[in-house]
C-alpha cells in the first residue's frame, strides 16, 4: 500500500495548483495523494489552465470561494492556501495521512489576510509547540539551518553553546546521518579568534553533542567559503549553516531546480518545494514539477522507512 500525502494547494493566484495537475500522474504511481482543495476552485483553475481534472485527482474539501486573478497577491488567495495548510495539518495530526507537501504560499498575501505567521515553518512550530528544522537540499546535499528568516545582524548573538548544542542533537534525532560538516561562522572560521571568537561555541556545541551521542557525528567548524567545494563535497553531503544566505546561496547555486524544503524535529513530516508562487508564469503551463516531484518522493521514502 502506498503512502498517504496531504497536498497543501498553496496560492491559487501562482503556480502551485498547475504543477499538482501536471504531476498527478506519475506521483500517484508512488503515492495516495489528498490535495486540500474544493469542487469549486480545483474547476475554477483547470478551466485557467485549459485541462481535464484527472479521475484519480482525490480532494479534501478545504473551505472558501474566490476569483483567481493570476499572478496578484490578494488577501482571498493567502487566506486560501493558510486553510488549505490548515486541513493538512489537521490530516495529519489525525493519522489520516503519513505526511504533507506544501506547494508554495505568498507571504505577503498571508499578511494581507491578517496571518501573523511568516510562513510554513512559524505555523508548524506555534501549532506543536516545538522547535521545527528547516533544512534544504536534494540526495546530493542537504543544508540545515541553524537560523533561518531573522536579520543578519541578529545571527551572532543567537550563537551560543546550549541553544547550538540541543538543535544538533534535534536535527541528528530528525535526520541520522553520518559525518555532518558544521559551518563557522566568521571569515575563515574566526581565523582563531582574529576575525571573531563564536567558533568557540560553535566547536564546543560539536564537542558536546558528538559526547552525547558517543560518536563523531558532527564534524568542524569548516570555512565557509570553501565547505561546499567539490572536493569538500567528496565527504560531506549533510551541511549545517549558521544563517540563512550561507547555506542556500550554495545549495541554490548547484541544485536550484532539484532541491526541496524540509521540516524535521516535529511529530509529522513536511516536505515542500524550494522555490516561490512565480507569479510571471502562472497559468502558462512553465511551471517545473521537479522540485514538487523530489518532495513527494522524500516524504515517501520517509514515510515507508518509519514502517519498516
Known amino acids: 500500500m502506498h503512502p498517504k500525502i496531504a497536498i497543501s494547494i498553496g496560492d491559487l493566484n501562482g503556480v502551485g495548483i498547475e504543477i499538482a495537475l501536471k504531476a ?15 469542487e469549486t476552485m480545483l474547476t475554477q483553475a483547470a478551466k485557467l489552465l485549459h485541462v481535464k481534472v484527472p479521475s484519480t485527482f482525490k480532494i479534501y474539501p478545504t473551505k472558501g470561494e474566490f476569483l483567481i486573478e493570476k499572478g496578484a497577491v490578494t488577501k482571498e488567495s493567502g487566506l486560501y492556501s493558510y486553510n488549505s495548510f490548515y486541513d493538512a495539518i489537521t490530516l495529519a ?11 508554495p504560499i505568498h507571504k505577503e498575501a498571508w499578511s494581507k489576510a491578517g496571518i501573523n505567521y511568516k510562513g510554513h515553518t512559524d505555523m508548524l512550530r506555534d501549532i506543536f509547540k516545538q522547535d521545527a528544522i528547516m ?29 547550538l548544542t540541543q538543535f544538533l542533537l534535534n536535527f541528528y534525532k530528525s535526520f541520522p546521518k553520518k559525518d555532518i560538516a558544521v559551518l563557522g561562522v566568521n571569515p575563515h572560521a574566526g581565523d582563531n579568534g582574529v576575525l ?63 532541491s526541496i524544503n524540509i521540516s524535521l524535529n516535529l511529530p509529522i513530516l513536511r516536505t515542500s518545494v524550494d522555490h516561490g508562487t512565480a507569479f510571471d508564469i502562472a497559468y502558462t503551463h512553465q511551471a517545473n514539477t521537479i522540485s514538487y516531484i523530489n518532495a513527494i518522493k522524500f516524504a515517501v521514502n520517509f514515510s515507508l522507512a518509519k514502517t519498516i
Open 135 to 163: 533544512m534544504l537540499g536534494c540526495e546530493k546535499m542537504f543544508v540545515a539551518l541553524y537560523t533561518e528568516h531573522i536579520p543578519l545582524k541578529e545571527v551572532i548573538p543567537s550563537i551560543n553553546e546550549e541553544k
Open 196 to 258: 571573531g571568537n563564536e567558533e568557540k561555541y560553535i566547536i564546543k556545541a560539536i564537542k558536546n553533542a558528538n559526547t552525547l551521542l558517543k560518536e563523531e557525528i558532527f564534524k568542524g567548524p569548516f570555512v565557509p567559503d570553501v565547505a561546499f567545494t567539490p572536493k569538500m563535497r567528496k565527504h560531506y553531503s549533510t551541511y549545517i549553516a549558521m544563517y540563512h544566505d550561507q547555506g542556500l546561496t550554495p545549495l541554490k547555486a548547484l541544485y536550484f531546480d532539484q
Open 93 to 103: 495530526k489525525q493519522k489520516e495521512v503519513d505526511a504533507i507537501t506544501t506547494l
Open 24 to 38: 498527478h500522474q506519475e506521483i500517484i504511481g508512488i503515492c495516495e495523494p489528498l490535495y486540500c482543495i474544493n
